[in-house]
């Protein structure tokens, strides 16, 4: 019911929305909840395991009942809370967790199964049999948990990450946050204001009162009017800051566009990186529920709650009220209903000594023991004394009193303090280094209190900023802070203490009795806490009950760890920027264009996109293509990028000293001009990388790395140099950038690559040269990856493309053509050349049949290490090739024929294969027991994955061209 | 004989969305500059006929449109002009190695803040500031050049990416503007 | 997390690499018996407290640091760069 003249909405802007189907109105600045409240809808879900029909409890964003999925174009946001989502026209938003209408759920028949589904049900009942696991209990379950449900469609929203940095980030607009930011944002400090509404203010536009002689309202007005125009104040509403980090980092989510239409480009939400220097926790506190019998009917909220509705939103969540309220504070509820023109049916207080002073029946000393309503409260039981008195009442507000909100100082392993006084914890100061809670959050429950410890914070930060700063502190109230600690009331029927989970008292009380009686265990026990509120409303009031029942005080029974997200933060939110695209950079060669042009599909490498192969009319396979580009390359020239090898500059006197510690074999006895294969080993004595390395000079080398390595060579390298030879004369820099490099390959190649250079040089197996092409500045390489004459021309990545276009046309003209990846791998597979499928880090260079090249003349990375017993020897599975008749498979595994194929009598495993148009038949490369010394033996090849199961003939892994004649022509 | 054509990665495309600017700057030859252990002497006479010397940590000093940009210990960038005659140094030409984006206008700072883990208010970052760092998951060099200019150096390979994450940034504030709290 | 690199200043964790333990730093010299690399290699103590590792500031300047922290309370008393180390 809405109240006409209360309230900070917009009525001059109405609002239209859609709930479970049907049209309501509300306006601008409603949250659906207040805007549902206004409609008389009270409500507004079912609770996770029984299903009770459930309403509103709370104004803020630990709601545990009022749970809804809201409907986008494209998205489905499910435990949406309704008390933060503002409304908007065209906001479609339904109710969830039920099976049929939410009127009528279904799975309410759990509610009177009850008795057996108590705490610790799972574990008790889906223990046997056995064999009902997987099959029966397992879809059962999974059915039943979770909350809500999405849409099943990719979610096209836009979401944003964003990093900010500040001196003083306050967080929490209420009476001390804005003190705080007001005394650090005058003071000239850099100040980050975050709120979690979308209105400033905190408790101060719920509860009014005057500060320095101001109605709150209007001082809250103008200190965000100051604020706004100070230059060095940022203020960030709708965010809610979710986590404190390492060295001053907090995480914030601002909801950016979910109070809007769906716009394009519009974030939904941005998730904040902050870095604060100091921080203020003005997070102030939350109302806590009383656990008495069926507390949990539709209508029942916290005090606190109806007060904002009505302040707030002009909303009265009934016609006749009920307080049931433990502290003075609370009171101010009822009176400020009644002032409104709204009935309050009765106050229960249950302390003995409490006032009575309000017009309507005032009853000390009492408890409600009961309620009733089937799908919204009609009534309540109160007990006083020994007499049990009937209340006809539509909403009854409770308050327990309050827990001040100190999640944040606890991200950091902090534990809170117990205050007997405020019968709540309270936050340890110095949990969070930098973090300084006040007001409420710290324990400050009065205006003066939130005002004073706010400004004091603020000073304090400023000055430790070098600055400094008068801010006159206004007067307000600074009334006392006392209540009657009230849990729970006994009585018949079972006590809610978490809503949102559906644990009574009764199953905290269980998990007791049944040992559980670690407050960590008893949260595992029952769930409570683990939904998610993550037990805002329920912590402390269950952890006090759990105390009681094993006659410890709440101070030593502890409190469960609070950790971030202070609020649910969505995946999508948290992952921003790095979903599809922005998962990782695309790294494009200079050739991208012209192979993509040619129909080449394009597949990843590394971060690099490369061709796969380079289709002609008329071949329907991958296959096709393949086998036509490898016979090309053998038989006339192929042409294929390169580039993505990684190229190492290294210079300097020390140049070749260097290279020699690095590589397990000699580069300072390299002449100038000449190109040596390299063999890099970890310092565990396994291999890293190999590749060859060009002397350009005395004292100039270029080093290529895997593509698969470079990152991880450059970070070797760095470490080698930084830690154990820094004062070396050498420097190095990648160039992997700063060249376009293209091989050609085949008995036609240099032809080919004479017919570009401006001068044709007679360059030798390994040798290097620059070269002149059409006016630029290249290199040539004479080096092969394919078992052909093959060279490398490299010119500036800018004359990329150009190049590659123009070797491409010229190799057509004389029978050959580009390659792509999969011709490569089946050319390099043939000589046997390895690449990172057989270095994958658990070989050694024995392994690979290349322990002559570490060099007994000089110490190298890896050299002691790979001594090492067990790293070489006949029990090492070494290199070997594979021969088959039938298709084999890379990540199949040898066995001896005859033997049985298990773990036990494992001999190897195939790390590549190939169909070799060259030698006619299936090769493989792969690890064998000793396998040197295997040549010609039979070998059985298991692939129980594929299904294959082949003889395969044992072989030297280089088949074409095994004497390098090739190479060398 | 072939004729090679030139082309950047991005062929100097330009954009603008609300107050902010994207350009892909041609900021000439580049070249890497790295100091010899102990030869820090030798290395700033070579630098003097520039009139410019090994920058601080951090900065960048530009003079008669020749820029000198701090990338390592005891490396820079020479940014520009063609190198003098270095002792002392390896001097590594990284002209092709990348591609630099102009990034200008009110906003250019909101945009970097989306993809930056860097405090770039001017305080922390005032214009001269060189820092290497990040653009998203992409190793950069970020140049402060002006109150709201900035210029970024990311791997030429990785230009598209880069633009397309800049451009996704751009979109989401200009998309945000005329929300009023 | 955030780490203050000496050239580059406070950064964010996600600039930095983490390696391991300092123990790298002291390479067992050629000849070594294997005990002695095996030691280098593989031995690492686990302190609830003052440790020193070393990170690489892969996204910055690309030097190595030699980090003292405190795996306890997360505090970050010193950050070296190891081609200057003292030690």
Avoid at chain 1, 752 to 759: A, D
Avoid at chain 1, 790 to 814: I, K, N, S
């Amino acid at each position: 019911m809405r109240i006409d003249g209360k309230g900070l909405i917009d009525r001059t802007k109405p609002v239209r929305f859609r709930f479970d189907g049907k049209d309501y109105a509300g306006y601008k600045g409603d949250t659906l909840a207040s805007a549902l409240l206004a409609n008389d809808v009270r409500l507004v879900g079912r609770s996770f395991k029984y299903h009770r029909p459930r309403g509103v409890l709370t104004a803020g964003s630990e709601e545990p009942n009022a749970l809804v999925e809201v409907v986008g174009p494209s998205n489905q946001t499910p435990n949406v809370r309704a008390t933060m989502q503002e409304v908007f026209e065209g906001l479609v938003a339904q109710s969830q967790n039920r099976l049929g209408s939410l009127r009528f759920d279904l799975l309410a028949v759990n509610d009177y199964l009850s008795p057996f589904l108590s705490a610790g049900f799972y574990y008790k009942t889906f223990m046997w049999p056995r064999a009902f696991w997987e099959g029966l209990y397992e879809p059962i379950i999974r059915r039943a948990a979770g909350l809500g449900s999405l849409s099943g469609k990719h979610d096209e929203g836009t979401y944003e990450k964003a990093f900010a940095f500040c001196d003083v980030l306050v967080i929490g607009s209420g009476p001390s946050g804005l003190m705080a930011a007001l005394t650090a944002g005058r003071a000239g400090a850099d100040v980050i204001l975050c709120e979690e509404s979308h209105a400033l203010g905190g408790r101060l536009l719920s509860d009014g009162g005057t500060i320095g002689g101001m109605a709150a309202a209007d001082w809250v007005a103008s200190v965000v009017e100051e604020l706004q125009a100070l230059p060095n104040v940022r203020i960030m509403p709708r965010t809610t800051v979710t986590g404190a980090y390492d060295h001053g980092t907090y995480g914030a989510l601002e909801r950016v566009g979910l109070h809007k239409p769906a716009r394009p480009n519009l974030p939904r939400e941005c998730f904040w990186r902050i870095v604060a220097k100091h921080a203020v926790l003005a997070s102030g506190a939350l109302e806590r529920p009383v656990a008495f019998p069926d507390n949990d009917r539709p209508g029942i909220m916290l005090a606190s709650a109806v007060r904002t509705y009505l302040n707030r939103y002009g909303v009265v969540p009934g016609k006749r009220v009920t307080l049931f309220a433990n502290t003075d504070q609370a009171r101010a509820t009822a009176r400020e209903l009644m002032a409104a023109g709204v009935q309050v049916a009765a106050i229960i207080d249950p302390r003995p000594d409490a006032f009575s002073v309000e017009d309507c029946p005032v009853h000390v000393g009492a408890e409600v023991i009961g309620s009733r309503g089937r799908l919204g409260l009609s009534g309540i039981q109160v007990r006083k004394g020994s007499e049990v008195i009937e209340i006809e009442t539509d909403c009854l507000a409770m308050s327990g009193g309050w827990n001040p909100t100190i999640h944040l100082t606890c991200h950091m392993n902090g534990r809170p303090r117990w205050d007997e006084d405020l019968a709540a914890f309270v936050p340890m100061a110095g949990a969070v280094p930098g973090l300084v809670a006040v007001g409420a959050a710290n324990g400050s429950m009065s205006t003066h209190g939130a005002l004073a410890t706010g400004q004091a914070a603020a000073v304090q930060a400023v000055e430790a900023l070098g600055r400094k700063v008068q801010v006159p502190l206004p007067e307000a109230e600074d009334a006392p802070y006392r209540l009657k600690a009230l849990w729970a009331v006994e009585g018949k029927g079972r006590a809610w203490l978490d809503f949102a989970n559906d644990v009574t008292t009764k199953d905290v009380k269980l998990a007791a009795q049944e040992g559980f009686r670690s407050v960590e265990h008893m949260k595992r026990y029952t769930t409570q806490g683990m939904a998610p509120d993550q037990g805002k409303n329920s912590n402390v009031a269950a952890l006090a009950v759990l105390a009681d029942a094993t006659g410890r005080g709440i101070a030593e029974t502890g409190v469960t760890t609070f950790r971030p997200p202070y609020t649910p933060v969505s995946i999508a939110a948290m992952g921003a920027g790095g979903r599809a695209e922005g998962f990782a950079p695309q790294r494009f060669l200079t050739s991208d264009q012209a192979s993509r042009d040619r129909g080449a599909p394009m597949i990843e490498a590394g971060l690099w996109y490369r061709p796969s192969y380079f289709p002609k009319p008329g071949e329907t396979t991958w296959r096709d293509s393949c086998d036509r580009e490898v016979e090309m390359v053998r038989q006339a020239v192929g042409v294929t990028d390169v580039s993505t090898l990684g190229k190492i500059d290294i210079q300097g006197k020390d140049a070749g000293r260097f290279l020699d510690f690095v590589y397990t074999n000699t580069f300072s006895t390299l002449p100038v001009g000449r190109v040596r294969y390299g063999l890099m080993l970890r310092e565990d004595g396994l291999v890293l990388d190999d590749g060859t390395s060009a002397r350009l000079g005395d004292d100039h080398y270029l080093m290529t790395t895997t593509t698969a390595a470079a990152g991880l060579v450059m970070r070797h390298l760095d470490f080698v140099h930084q830690a154990f030879c820094a004062d070396w004369q050498v420097r190095f820099i990648s160039v992997t950038e700063s060249w376009a490099q293209f091989a050609v390959a085949g008995p036609k190649a240099r032809a080919l690559v004479n017919s570009f250079l401006e001068e044709p040089v007679d360059l030798p197996f390994m040798g290097v040269a620059p070269v002149r092409i059409g006016g630029v500045d290249g290199r040539l390489f004479r080096i092969s990856f394919s078992g052909e004459e093959g060279y490398e021309l490299a010119v500036p990545t800018r004359f990329g493309e150009a190049l590659f276009r123009d070797l491409v046309a010229r190799a057509e003209t004389m029978g050959g053509g580009p390659y792509g990846m999969e011709a490569l791998n089946v050319l390099r597979i043939e000589k046997g050349f390895i690449t990172h499928a057989e270095i994958h880090g658990r070989v050694t260079a024995h392994d690979i049949g290349m322990a002559k090249m570490v060099s007994a003349k000089k110490d190298c990375i890896g050299k002691a290490a790979a001594t090492r017993p067990g790293l070489w020897g006949p029990e090492r599975e070494q290199l070997v090739g594979l021969k088959a008749s039938a298709p084999i498979s890379a990540g199949a595994h040898l066995f001896v024929p005859g033997t049985e194929v298990h773990r036990e009598t494992d001999q190897g495993y195939v790390t590549s294969v190939c169909w070799s148009p060259t030698v006619g038949a299936w090769l493989g490369l792969g690890f064998l027991k000793d396998g040197r010394a295997r040549l010609g033996e039979k070998i059985r090849l298991v692939d129980h994955l594929r299904g294959l199961d082949v003889i395969c003939e044992v072989c030297n892994p280089v088949f074409h061209d095994p004497e390098g004649e090739k190479l060398r022509a | 004989m072939p004729e090679l054509i030139a082309k950047s990665a991005l062929d100097g495309r330009s954009l603008t969305l609300g107050h902010v600017t994207l350009t892909e700057a041609e900021p000439g030859p580049i070249t890497s500059v790295a100091v010899y252990p102990g030869q820090g002497k030798a290395v700033a006479k070579g630098l003097k006929t520039l009139g410019l010397a090994m920058p601080a940590p951090n900065s960048f000093v530009e003079k008669k449109g020749a820029r000198i940009v701090w990338t390592g210990r005891e490396q820079a960038f020479l940014i520009g002009v063609a190198p003098p005659v270095l002792e002392g140094a390896a001097v590594t030409d990284q002209s092709d190695g990348w591609t630099v984006l102009a990034l200008s206008g009110a906003g250019a700072v909101d945009v970097l803040a989306r993809l930056v883990p860097l405090d770039l208010r001017l305080t922390a970052c005032p214009v001269g500031t060189a820092l290497r760092s990040q653009v998203n998951h992409m190793n950069a060099v970020i140049l402060r050049t002006g109150d709201h200019a900035f210029e970024i150096l990311v791997f030429r390979s990785m230009a598209r990416t880069a633009w397309h994450e800049i451009e996704a940034a751009m979109q989401m504030l200009a998309a945000r503007m005329g929300m009023k709290f | 997390m955030r780490l203050t690199c000496p050239l580059c200043g406070e950064r964010d964790r996600r600039e930095f690499y983490y390696y391991g333990a300092e123990d790298y730093l002291h390479r067992p010299s050629e000849g070594a018996p294997l005990a002695e690399w095996d030691n280098y290699l593989h031995l690492r103590d686990n302190p609830a407290g003052v440790t020193k590792d070393l990170w690489y500031h892969e996204a910055g300047c690309s030097q190595w640091l030699l980090v003292t922290r405190n795996t306890v309370t997360h505090e970050s008393s010193a950050v070296e760069l190891v081609a200057e180390r003292k030690a």
